[in-house]
């Protein structure tokens, strides 16, 4: 095989010269991309029910939906939530399900839904988007003070949006502001005296708009298109059209009306900018569209768009997620080009031979690139994720072409062969076995890591895939190349650095000190052990550390009843309150919901603040110190509850357990009251538990209703139809579109209302009977305000309440620990109640049910390939030592840097066992060779040790080396990375020492040969 | 169950006072007002409808049949007491001229012969049987006259042969029933005329006792203020609105209310003093309506009685003057204290 490669050598060359190219190709083709996309196969379901209230909303169409959505082929868990006048089902599919597929089984079952739905609810799927959806939000700004939010939302709806929507890539746009409209003030105390009841004035409005097509006609003149061009042009038109003939001539709209452009009303939402409110949209990517791409051609776009807008207006742009992305990508970036100049450093130290150095320095390069290829050809992008597993392994990429290169270097000096190409193929071939068997023992023990699910799934198989992958194309590296090039470049030399010999002098004595004093080091050995387990106890869990996106996210949550008005005040507060540092470069807010379709309501805010790089950072140190401040300063705002979190991270965490915190505490039950009450209590445990913030109980209850209810005896005594009351609400407050009103190529909306809205005014709304006689309605119903439910949840077909909760200061795991013993003892569930525990903690608890059979697996595969490799279950178990070694040091690094126990340190803890386990592979199979060759045990020991101390300490020294970027950097990105890295450095440290020093003395201590 | 209810009925009590710094009470829209006994008048809005009082309107007649000649006022004018407003050519009249024409020679006639057979008689030639007979005839003759001289008095102003129509009184035309050369007699009246110096008002409210012992109020109309007194309280119900229908007689000082003029109508019922507050500084909170007092570091929960409103504003009692509440934005002290 090595002699094949090494007399095709020239093709090798060729090979080479291509898989550079080709890799460096294909990382610049690479599609970039922060996460993994966590989002699960969902869909989701809305229907508008005008008029209904949440529990009608909920007994007619969601529970319906539910039900026949339940049932669907791969459909796992189904939650929804009913307002007043929308119900959202949201369906999710089991992971791997095909979210087209999926889609089609939902759109068939629609069909047969809308069956069991009251007439005229039409269910519709919600925009393919997900959770990492978000991609840009933009305002249009005027800058001349020329045009009214209605116009520039008309610009918006009319012009922007068609450039935008046609980028490939863009799902749907969601769009604030208010929508312009003609409206038809009606004055009732006019229509009374003049005798015009509200449906004649729907009537006339509808009559007169009306445009048709007729056809063609044949003429002298040519083929005529007949049209009917009845539509309206001007507010004037409306005012003209005639209601009802009287003798004294005819009432007009104009008589009883004034026809005003304005706000179409019933607007749930808007979006301001440093305070005020603006014109602002949000485009949602569809699922799977690269993100960075995407932005990128948005952009283009935008410019484009720009040019179609009136002078003064400009599109700006607020916020993308690509910036993210781009930081986050330059970190990994920077820290794997400094990791390979460490590594090849440090390589150095110990191989003083530059051409020796240049190769190790080489393999690592080449192993990226044809990684890349790898990449490029599965179709993975180039993410937070698959780049890190690159740049954590960067380290191990070189040991293959170490031992390879220094086994034909340590020959070449030893000059035992005369011929060069037989001592290369010789002392390759020598290396292959223990080479190939090392390195799979690392890509093993990663093979545990594909049984994750979910979020930690989607994270970090790719994570492990590419460092499988890049082992995989070390090995190729190694074997392939490496003799070819060592053939050509390498030359004899010394074979010790002077560095290097002091450490193995030093070394060897430490080692004879240590045979003589074995007890007490095994015991300070075990004792560091137990140490390191104690630790391991006290450190902190957590899902996954937080990713920094350099912008802050404040949730506000009011009074369901506040009105748009008031919750734009609150939004310019939070926002005025984080500009008063210099470090916020600006904020904006969305109050409730766009459009239709989403289900929020006026009384939720999110705010956006954008911040400076961290570098520029003043007034506080940290994010947590930043919402410290804002947190402080926002505690006295009566009526408002505020919750702080990151835009990204805030929508992960909703798409995994529908909520937007850490923590969420639901509480399923029957009884409404009863549900909310236990919330309330609930709450109270949390919110007095240390690390609590932002505690939020969903107001579910409290929602002020008008309700009007026909009183059917009165309704026959004054012949009156139910339809008529029904289509004056529909109209007149529903705001059901009478008409349409053009202007240039826009088409604008006519509806009709009141001039003056009140309880008051709704009472007095004249009807008309069948007979001609006015009535009011409170004459024909019952008209009341009540309390009602705002949004009522559901999961699995159970009702639930949602007690909500950050965190500070504190670790996910034992704070969950506390509030559930906490509940445990305080409060008694009535039967047929009961509590769980989502949000991230959900995640955490599942992954940690993982961990918990993957790492020990892991370790039984390393036992298993050790077994195979001695066929001794003694030796076996001896190099199986390491694994308790490496977590020593893992355990401390965790402990002291204060990271938490979380997927990646414990990914971390994976990799650093595999690692570890290889020093002992080195160690352990050359004194059973020396021994073989009948060396004594004691000598045996100590040659091995001194012969393969230079392997053991550059394999250590390059994967450490290669990590120490990650963990000292603090830009973006970096984050997620750093436990891992802190483990696997802290692991392989005290491993190595271990393996150095206590392996010699058990394997003397058990072998009694 | 109840302990937890019982915690938080307690939770709620504590939370009655909430800290909210100036700076933040601004930002949310919360105002303050300071308590004062204030004045309002206790109105009440209502669709009404302007009628003609029709004891006040007549219609202008010709006294005998006749031809319009002439018309010397249009519809929709104004005209004065005694204004001419057409001519009637009246055959009677000319028929009434000719007889007291021909009376008049009669008389004069008469009177010759009188003074002949006087002279005759006083000579002696004639016997007093011969004057005295003349002397009736001519007395018939002159009663004759007169009493055709009369007659056309009786028809009032004439012109020639045409009667000089003239209005009984001050008014408005507001019909016209004839046309040059209609025929008009007793049965056919030339034009109706209305006073409109006071009108009717017909209010429609919903509730009767506001009316109950009132007998002058104000009615405003765009800040016009006319005297008015209820007239008269239909005993049914008005049968397209479905409300009470209550005639109010007004005095129409400048003639802006018009006949079937609709508006709506401010009705003074006197004037109340009190504590007014704004409506939104009145929240209800489990049932008992609430204000927040301003203290010095926020506001401080207080209950209050509603006892009256008027347009937009309620009566309280439960306060104090020169007491400082929240007026708008008090949602946010209510969710706060409803937490």
Redesign the interface.
């Known amino acids: 095989m090595i002699r094949w490669v090494l007399n095709l050598r020239l093709l090798v060359l060729l090979v080479l010269l291509f898989s550079i190219l080709y890799g460096f190709y294909s990382f610049l083709k690479l599609p970039i991309d922060t996460f993994p996309d966590p989002t699960p196969a969902q869909v989701v379901i809305y229907t508008e029910t005008p008029g209904l209230s949440a529990e009608e909303t909920e007994l007619l169409v969601s529970k319906p939906i539910e039900a026949v959505m339940s049932g669907l082929k791969g459909a796992q868990l189904v939650r929804s939530i009913s307002l007043p006048g929308l119900s959202y089902v949201s369906v999710f599919f089991a992971e791997g399900t095909d979210l087209y597929f999926a889609r089609n089984l939902v759109a068939q079952k629609l069909l047969e839904v809308q069956g069991f739905l009251p007439q005229g609810l039409v269910p519709r799927m919600g925009p393919n988007t997900s959770g990492l959806g978000n991609v840009m939000f933009y305002a249009l700004v005027d800058t001349g003070g020329k045009y009214s939010l209605e116009d520039l939302k008309a610009f918006q709806e009319w012009r922007v949006k068609p450039i935008l929507k046609s980028v490939d890539g863009v799902e749907e746009i969601s769009q604030w502001g208010p929508s312009k409209a003609y409206l038809v003030m009606v004055e009732t105390s006019k229509m009374q005296q003049h005798g015009v009841g509200m449906l004649d004035i729907i009537r006339a409005v509808e009559d007169y708009s009306r445009s048709a097509g007729g056809g063609f006609l044949q003429s002298t003149e040519g083929d005529l298109v007949v049209r009917g061009v009845g539509r309206f042009q001007n507010p004037e038109d409306i005012k003209a059209v005639p209601i009802k003939k009287t003798p004294q001539g005819y009432i007009l709209l104009g008589d009883v009306a004034n026809v005003v452009e304005g706000e179409m009303f019933n607007r749930r939402g808007a979006f301001t900018l440093g305070g005020e409110e603006v014109q602002g949209n949000i485009i949602l990517k569809r699922v799977g569209v690269n993100t960075m791409e995407l932005v990128k051609n948005l952009k283009e776009a935008i410019r484009k768009a720009q040019d179609m807008l009136p002078e003064g207006v400009r599109i700006e742009i607020l916020y993308d997620q690509a910036y993210l992305t781009e930081k986050a990508v330059r970190t990994i970036q920077k820290a794997l080009l400094e990791g390979i100049m460490l590594v090849s450093l440090g390589i150095t130290l110990y191989l003083w031979n530059p051409r020796v150095a240049l190769l190790v320095s080489l393999s690592i390069p080449a192993t990226l690139l044809i990684t890349f290829i790898l990449l490029n050809a599965l179709g993975l992008s180039g993410n937070l994720m698959t780049l890190g597993g690159l740049a954590i392994g960067i380290g191990l990429f070189a040991d293959a072409t170490v031992v390879v290169v220094e086994n034909i270097y340590r020959h070449l000096s030893e000059k035992r062969y005369a011929n060069k190409l037989s001592l290369v193929i010789q002392s390759t071939s020598e290396v292959a076995k223990p080479v190939f068997f090392a390195i799979s023992i690392i890509a093993v023990v990663f093979l545990p890591i594909f049984t994750f699910e979910s979020v930690e799934g989607k994270y970090y198989k790719p994570l492990a895939l590419t460092i499988i992958l890049a082992l995989l194309a070390s090995l190729f590296v190694a074997f392939f190349y490496m003799p070819v090039l060592s053939l050509w470049f390498l030359k004899e030399g010394k074979e010790e650095t002077r560095f290097f010999t002091i450490i193995k002098e030093r070394y060897l004595k430490l080692l004879s000190v240590a045979f003589k004093i074995r007890p007490v080091l095994l015991g300070f050995a075990f004792l560091m052990f137990f140490m390191s387990l104690i630790m391991m106890a006290r450190v902190g869990k957590e899902f996954a550390p937080q990713l920094e996106e350099g912008a802050l996210l404040v949730k506000s949550f009011l009074s369901p009843n506040v009105s748009l008005e008031e919750a734009k005040r609150v939004a310019k507060l939070v926002e005025n309150t984080a500009l008063k540092y210099p470090e916020v470069i600006r904020t904006f807010s969305n109050i409730g919901r766009a459009e239709v379709g989403e289900p929020e309501d006026v009384s939720y805010i999110e705010t956006f603040i954008i911040l400076k790089p961290q570098a520029e950072w003043k007034s506080f140190k940290s994010r947590q110190e930043f919402e410290e401040k804002l947190r402080g300063s926002l505690e006295d705002t009566p009526g408002v509850e505020f919750s702080f979190t990151q835009p990204i991270q805030m929508r992960i965490d909703e798409l995994l357990s529908g909520v937007k915190s850490t923590l969420a505490i639901k509480v399923f039950g029957e009884d409404l009251d009863t549900i909310n009450q236990i919330a309330h209590s609930i709450e109270e445990i949390v919110s007095s538990t240390k690390g609590a913030v932002d505690v939020e109980t969903e107001a579910q209850s409290g929602k002020l209703q008008l309700r009007i209810i026909p009183d059917r005896e009165k309704l026959q005594l004054y012949s009156v139809s139910t339809q008529s009351i029904m289509g004056v609400l529909e109209y007149y407050f529903g705001g059901k579109e009478a008409g349409q009103l053009q202007r240039d190529t826009m088409l604008f909306p006519v509806v009709v209302s009141l001039a003056e809205k009140s309880p008051e005014v709704v009472r007095d709304i004249p009807l008309y009977n069948s007979e001609g006689a006015v009535i009011k309605l409170s004459d024909v119903a019952k008209v009341e305000m009540s309390e009602g439910y705002g949004k009522i949840r559901r999961e699995d077909g159970m009702r639930y309440a949602l007690v909500q909760s950050n965190l500070s200061g504190r670790d996910l795991g034992s704070f969950v620990e506390e509030v559930r013993r906490r509940i445990n003892e305080e409060i008694k569930l009535p039967p047929g109640y009961s509590i769980s525990f989502g949000g991230q903690f959900e995640n955490q608890e599942r992954a940690m049910k993982k961990l918990s059979v993957a790492v020990p697996t892991a370790i039984l595969l390393i036992f298993l390939l050790l077994y195979l490799n001695y066929r001794s279950v003694r030796d076996s178990l001896m190099v199986i030592l390491n694994v308790p070694f490496a977590t020593v040091g893992g355990a401390f690094s965790l402990y002291l840097l204060g990271y938490n126990l979380s997927v990646p340190s414990a990914v971390g803890f994976i990799a650093v066992f595999g690692i570890a386990t290889l020093n002992g592979v080195v160690l352990v199979s050359y004194i059973r060779n020396l021994m073989e060759e009948g060396v004594e045990k004691r000598e045996a020991i100590m040659q091995a040790c001194s012969r393969r101390l230079r392997p053991i300490l550059i394999t250590a020294t390059a994967t450490s080396l290669g990590l120490l970027p990650m963990l000292l950097t603090t830009d973006i990105g970096s984050e997620v990375q750093k436990p891992l890295a802190s483990v696997v450095i802290g692991g392989i440290f005290t491993s190595t020492l271990l393996t150095l020093i206590i392996l010699p003395l058990v394997y003397d201590a058990i072998n009694r040969k | ?1 109840k302990m ?2 019982i ?2 009925l307690f ?1 709620i009590a504590l939370a009655q006072h ?4 100036p700076e ?1 009470a601004q ?3 919360i105002k303050t007002q300071r308590v004062e006994a204030t004045q309002r008048n206790l109105s009440l809005v209502f ?1 009404a ?1 302007v009628q003609a009082d029709p004891s006040l309107a007549f219609e202008v007649y010709s006294p005998t049949e006749g031809m319009v000649r002439r018309l010397l006022v249009k519809e929709g004018e104004r005209v004065r007491k005694g204004q001419a407003v057409a001519l009637v050519y009246s055959p009677k009249v000319a028929d009434l001229r000719a007889q007291i024409r021909i009376a008049e020679v009669k008389v004069k006639h008469a009177e010759e012969v009188l003074k002949r057979e006087e002279m005759l008689y006083k000579e002696e030639v004639v016997p007093y049987a011969r004057y005295f007979a003349a002397k009736v005839e001519h007395e018939r003759a002159l009663s004759e006259y007169k009493a055709l001289l009369r007659t056309l008095n009786s028809l009032g102003e004439v012109s020639e042969d045409n009667l000089v129509i003239k209005s009984q009184k001050s008014g408005v035309v507001v019909e016209q029933m004839v046309v040059l050369g209609s025929a008009v007699d007793l049965q056919k009246p030339l034009m109706k005329v209305q006073d409109y110096s006071r009108v009717w008002v017909y209010i429609y409210p919903t509730d009767l006792s506001v009316f109950k012992g009132v007998k002058t109020i104000s009615l405003f109309v765009k800040d016009r203020e006319y005297p008015a007194r209820v007239d008269w309280i239909s005993p049914k119900v008005d ?5 009470y229908k209550v005639r109010l007689s007004v005095e129409n000082r400048d003639g802006f209310l018009k006949e079937n003029m ?1 508006l ?1 109508a401010n009705l003074s019922l006197g004037r109340i003093k009190g504590l007014w507050l704004p409506q939104d500084a009145v929240q209800e909170i489990k049932g008992e309506k609430v204000v927040f007092l301003k203290v010095s570091d ?2 401080q929960l207080q209950k209050v009685k509603v006892v009256g409103s008027s347009d937009g504003y309620l009566l309280v009692e439960g306060l104090k003057e020169g007491q400082e509440v929240a007026v708008g ?1 008090a ?6 204290v ?2």
């Open positions: 169950m937890l209810l915690v938080l939770s909430i800290k909210v710094s933040k930002a949310l829209g669709p409808l049968q397209e609105t479905g409300r609709k709506s926020g506001f934005g949602i946010f002290l209510k969710s706060q409803e937490r």
